[in-house]
């Protein structure tokens, strides 16, 4: 197939003046030398795109791609996953990953709590706080754990992000609405384990790859998986492979993580984030439809590598699965405009 890859580059928004934690989210160079060599060696032809604004100007010029690998994460707005997606759904091109719909809903934090709640998922308490006076409207306990509603890659997250008593809550959402611009997540503290299991598939041919449990090191900032815990996770954390069949937690927890990935309707590949309560339940805190994918600095990638699959057999499984959709597509009536 004659591939295209959409992505947004790290270092070309940093060149532009962006900070790091600006662009965090962002790809490194060699994440799409990687993907595009595994899509080499598959027996694909690869185009560059880059970011949603180069694929306009692709799309307006006549290029067409049989499909689009897509890990553009995009820079405004809390629908900005979606924008890659929904470009390509008005040329009826397929692309990797989830629709605009998911993209949209699953980057912001409290809907997607929502509709897993309202299916049966466990999650913790939760509420939103979007000025500083609503902080009073918190229904549940302290302690609390506040983040903003829809930023990735632990993007204002620190220790300063549990808060144990309920009158410095409106200050500590108040920094961080200033901060990002957006509302905050006030979920209650989840003081256990932590999760992330990896997924591939769609529908009821998604399964799970693996879990790892996060460990943080002496050396780490303490109790979060905290946007500097991840920068430098290298040095600062463990990532230890954990086995469903005698570890019951992490039996749960993979379950609990299929059911939302399917609830949720994602695609192709992705994670799912989960933490323990006090009694050692886990619960469902997020998901990314639109995991990293970098060889060895990615979560998704780190329990491939773990459970022994190829970097390029997980690119395989991700191309296979969105073929599926090229294969269906319906050669529709001519454009309009």
């Known amino acids: ?4 890859l959409t992505y947004d580059l790290r270092s070309d928004y940093l060149a532009a003046g962006y ?7 962002f790809d490194r160079d060699d994440t799409v030398v ?3 060599k595994a899509l080499q060696n598959l027996g694909h032809t690869t185009d560059r795109v880059g970011s949603v ?3 306009f100007g692709r799309l307006c010029a006549g290029d067409r791609w049989e499909l689009v690998f897509n890990i553009a994460e995009g820079l405004n ?15 009826s091109i397929p692309y990797t990953f989830s629709d605009p719909l998911v993209m949209a809903l699953t980057l912001h934090k409290s809907m997607t709590k929502r ?7 466990p999650t913790a308490d939760f509420g939103v706080v979007r000025l500083r006076s609503e902080a009073e409207q918190i229904h549940f306990p302290p302690p609390y754990f506040i983040k903003p509603v829809a930023e990735g890659t632990g993007k204002g997250v620190s220790p300063q992000s549990i808060i144990r008593r309920p009158q410095d809550l409106a200050a500590a959402c108040e920094t961080l609405i200033v901060a990002f611009g957006q509302p905050v997540l006030v979920e209650r503290y989840l003081p256990g384990r932590e999760f992330t299991v990896g997924i591939v598939g769609t529908g009821d041919r998604a399964k799970v790859l693996g879990t790892i449990e996060v460990h943080l090191l002496d050396r780490a900032e303490p109790e979060v998986y905290s946007y500097i815990n991840k920068e430098r996770c290298e040095e600062l954390v463990e990532y230890r492979l954990c086995r469903p069949h005698d570890d019951p937690p992490v039996k749960e927890a993979e379950a609990i993580a299929l059911r ?15 933490r323990c309560d006090q009694d050692g339940e886990p619960l469902f805190m997020e998901v990314n439809p639109l995991a990293g994918l970098h060889p060895f ?15 390029e057999r997980l690119i395989r499984e991700i191309v296979d699965s969105a073929s599926e959709r090229v294969e269906s597509r319906v050669v529709g009536k001519g454009a309009i405009g």
């Open 297 to 311: 600095h990615s979560d998704l990638p780190i329990i491939c590598n773990q459970v022994g699959m190829p970097y």
């Open 1 to 4: 197939m004659k591939i295209g």
């Open 53 to 55: 604004r180069s694929l």
């Open 19 to 25: 900070s790091k934690e600006e662009t965090a989210e």
């Open 77 to 91: 707005g809390i629908g900005r996953e979606a924008q890659v997606p929904a470009a390509l759904d008005v040329y």
């Open 34 to 36: 990687a993907i595009e």
């Open 115 to 121: 509709v897993v709640r309202d299916a049966g998922i």
């Open 260 to 274: 939302a990935w399917q609830v949720l309707e994602c695609r192709d590949a992705g994670r799912i984030d989960l």
